[in-house]
């Protein structure tokens, strides 16, 4: 297993944008899927976006397609998500993690480990 840290969160406006970056440590995301997910208070742990670091493959939530996007930086072995047009509804914590499953199963949070501690992000309207 792959462990990660996130990192980048922070107080943005509504309409603003924030970088996240997920970092692995000790090893790299080769092989691996790396996911973003997102937990608001009161709520489940929700599918944000994920990439396959090997031969590439993205996809993306319903709630931020269109306005987030996910990418790696393979000289810094980080997964990038750029969030743009931010809402207040994207305020959560936001946490990556990795698995090896088909691409059909990214979605569920189950398949993945290595959680990392996750990064607060808030939008204020």
């Known amino acids: 297993q792959v462990q990660v840290e996130e990192s980048g969160g922070g107080l943005v406006q509504a309409g603003g944008s924030l970088r996240l970056s997920c970092s692995a440590s000790g090893r790299t995301f080769s092989g691996y899927t790396v996911g973003w997910f997102r937990q608001a208070p009161g709520k489940g742990r929700e599918f944000v976006a994920a990439?396959?670091?090997?031969?590439?493959?993205?996809d993306y939530g319903d709630s931020v397609k269109g306005r987030f996007t996910i990418s790696k930086d393979s000289a810094k072995n980080t997964v990038v998500l750029q969030m743009s047009s931010l809402k207040p509804e994207d305020t959560a914590v936001y946490y990556c993690?990795?698995?090896?499953?088909?691409?059909?199963?990214?979605?569920?949070?189950?398949?993945?480990?290595?959680w990392g501690p996750g990064t607060l992000v808030t939008v204020s309207s």
């Open positions: 993690a990795t698995t090896k499953v088909v691409r059909s199963s990214w979605y569920d949070p189950s398949f993945y480990d290595g």
């Open positions: 990439l396959r670091w090997s031969g590439g493959g993205t």
